[in-house]
Structure formats: C-alpha cells, structure tokens
C-alpha cells in the first residue's frame, strides 16, 4: 500500500500543492453536500408527517359522516397513500402495554402535548375516544372510536430516509469539484512557476556563466529570491574572471622569463644540454597554454546550434587518423549517418578531440560509438589499454591529475585533457564517466541531452 502512495503522490510542488487543495475541496464540499442533504431530509420528513396526519384525520372525517353501515365500504373506497393503513375494527389497535409516542414523532405528526389532542372540528366530528402509540421506530398507531361504536384504526409510518436519492447532489458535487480543481491547477501552475523559473535559471548558470538574469519582478518573496540569484550569479562570474585574469597575468609574466631562458639555452655549447633545457621549456609553455585555455574556458561564450554530432565524431577521429596514421586501423566509428544535437559545435569537438587523443596516447585504440537517447545522444569511446584502476577512476577528472608518473608531455601529457573535456560536457548538461572493459582497456561513457 506504501509503494501505492508513493506511486500516486506527484513529484513536483505544483502537483502536491494542487493534489492536496483539490483533496481538501472535496472534503468540504461533500460535509456541506451532507449537512444540506440531512437538513433537506429533516424538512421532507416533517412534510410528508404533516401530509399523512391531515390524510389521517381527513378520512376520519369522511368516515365519521358517514352512516354506520357505511362506513366499512367507504373506508375500502377511499384512495390511501402507502405510509398510511387504515381499518375499521370492534377492538382498537392501540394496548396498554404498547410504548408511548417519542416526543419528535409527536411533534412531526401533530400528536403533542398529550394526551393526543382532537382533531379541530365541531364536537360531533371529533372522536368519542383516542388512543396513540408507538408501533416502531418511525410508526404510530392510531385507533379512534366511533360514537356509534366500533374503532378506526391507523397506522401512519414515515418513508424510509434516503438523503441520497436524487441525482443532482452527485450532480453539483461533480461539478464543483471539476471547477475548482481546473481552478487550483491553473492558480497553482502560476503560484510556482517563479520556482520553476529558478530552477531553469539555476539549471542555465550550470551550463553558461554568462547566462541572462533572472527578472525581479513579481510578489515581494518572488522578486527577493530572484534577487539573491543575481546577485550569487553575479559573484560567481566575478569570481571566475578574477580568476581568469589571475592566470592571464602570471602567463604572461611567466612568457618573459622563459623566452629569456630559452635565448640563453640558445648559446650553451652542451648540446645534450642545450636540448634538454629546450624541452623543459616548451613543455612550460605547453602547460601554461593548457592552464590558460583550461581557466579561460573560451568556449563557453559559444552559442549553441544545431549540429550533425554523427559527422562532428567522425571529423575528429579522420584528423587523429591524420595525425597518427600509424593507428588509422585501430581507428572505427559505428552508428548513425547523420544525428542532430543542440550544442557548442567547437567545444564538443575539442572534448572529443582530449577523449579519443587520450585512447590513442593511452590505449592505442579508439573506437567510437553513438547512439540516439531522446533528444540527446550517448557516445562511448574503447580502447584497448590496461585500463585504469578502480580507485582512480574519478580521480582522473582532477586537474594535473596522471595516473602515468612520467612528468614527460610525450607520455604523460599535462594532466588537463580529461578536466577540460568533462568541464565541456557538464557545460552542456551531460557527464562522462570512465569504465574498466571485462577484456581490458578503457571504455569512456558521455551522454548529451537533447
């Protein structure tokens, strides 16, 4: 039953919110239904009670003008309602062990205060005696008798309740109960789309720092929260271009020492030396452009468009084919000709590009596949290295992170690419993730959304 609920019960505010008021109306619109249906049968009783007791007292007065020896065939004559039984008798009903009348069956037949009164009338209309009773929980005996002699005895007995009975209760609930929920869906939709709103601006900033500000304009908790969320976006973008500009400077102050070195490497006569020095050099340059590209993020401020990702995946591996044909072969792309994705079509390729490169570095094997998932895509790239192990396989997304201990860019790189790369997919809105294949190597795992 538990697991039943939680299926039900909705996921989203809005659908809570509206679940609950529209729950909470129907409640209270069925206790008023009720109290209205109980009230309505209370007056219907107290009518037709008054209706059978003039009845009652009307056919005494028929009888009671009538001959005696015609009284027996006029009573038979007369057109009765089925609450109401009649018969002319020598004994009266009525005993003396029989209950009294209940004062609210008093009340509602027009027997009280006892003794049961007359009926109004000249006196040679009214009965010679009367007697009442209780014949159930919503029936009275009467018995009157005749001058003459002999008895009328009645039984007057109200109709069953039935607060239910005519359609239009179920009618107007389900009416009501219509209206107000299209009501509470519409005023519930609108009273939490500034939520809605905010997590869509928080899903934006995610992906683009520079994305647009949140309007401040609504109710005072709507126009303050979305004020807040400016101005945590706001810092966030300061943030990142002080770091950016940080960087910049100490890549440029850092340019002028090593061209320096570099011209002085230039006059060394060890030419063993001379090359060393010369390498250690381009590889601080590598890493510094690396570190730049990797703070600067310039694709971030690339728009995203509609792009064919099936040729972009193919473009990327036919240049590392390029680059190193002596892997061509062990180069292959399976899935669809053509797939159109929403994206930054730069940035995805260098992603791909730091994804399939550290294949070939690492693995000597890139075989990318893609597959359509929604509206999105999901591509896995194998290779055939020794893998990675398992406690690092999220370590490697770390910056100048290498599980390759060399500190050679010929082997190890700058310990950049898989950061960039996942900082570009996360832009997007995907992830990547890193897999030990069961017959070895490495299979790399991104997924897109639409």
Known sequence: ????????W?????????LVLILGLMAVQGLGLTIHAFDRLELQRAAEARDLSFRAFALWRALVTQPP????????????????????DREPWVRPDMPPVP???????????????????????RPAESLSAAAGPAEV??????????????????????????DRFLAAFAAMSVMAALLILWAVRRLTRPVRDLAAAAERLGRDVNAPALPETGPREVAQAAAAFNGMASNIRRFVADRTQMLAAIGHDLRTPITRLRLRAELMEDEEQQRRMLADLAEMEAMIAATLA???????????????????????????????????????????????????????????????????????????????????????????????????????????????????????????????ARSILRAHGGEVSLHNREGGGLRVVVSLPG
């Open 294 to 420: 990797f703070a600067r993020d310039d694709a971030a401020a690339e728009p995203a468009a509609p792009v064919d990702l099936a040729a972009l995946a193919r473009t990327v591996l036919d240049e590392a084919a390029d680059a190193q044909p002596e892997l061509a072969e062990k180069i292959a792309y399976s899935g669809p000709e053509h797939l159109t994705v929403t994206l930054r079509p730069l940035a995805m390729k260098r992603a791909l590009g730091n994804l399939v490169g550290n294949a070939l570095k690492y693995g000597g094997a890139a075989r990318l596949s893609l597959e359509p998932r929604g509206a999105g895509a999901v591509i896995a790239i194998e290779d055939d290295g020794p893998g990675i192990p398992e406690a690092a396989l999220e370590e490697v997304f770390q910056p100048f992170r290498r599980i390759e201990g060399s500190r050679n860019r010929e082997t190890g790189g700058t310990g950049l690419g898989l950061t960039i």
């Open 1 to 8: 039953m538990s697991s039943l609920l939680a299926r039900l």
């Open 141 to 166: 005996a009467l018995s009157l008798r005749f001058a003459e002699g002999g008895w009328l005895n009645l039984r007057l007995r109200l109709p069953a309740p039935r607060p239910w009975h005519s």
């Open 69 to 88: 020896e015609r009284r027996a065939a006029a009573l038979a004559e007369a057109d009765l309602p089925p609450n109401l039984l009649a018969s002319f």
């Open 10 to 18: 909705p996921a989203t505010l809005a659908g809570r919110t509206a």
């Open 103 to 125: 004062p609210h069956l008093g009340r509602l037949f027009r027997l009280d205060p006892p003794p049961p009164a007359p009926p109004p009338g000249p006196r040679r209309l």
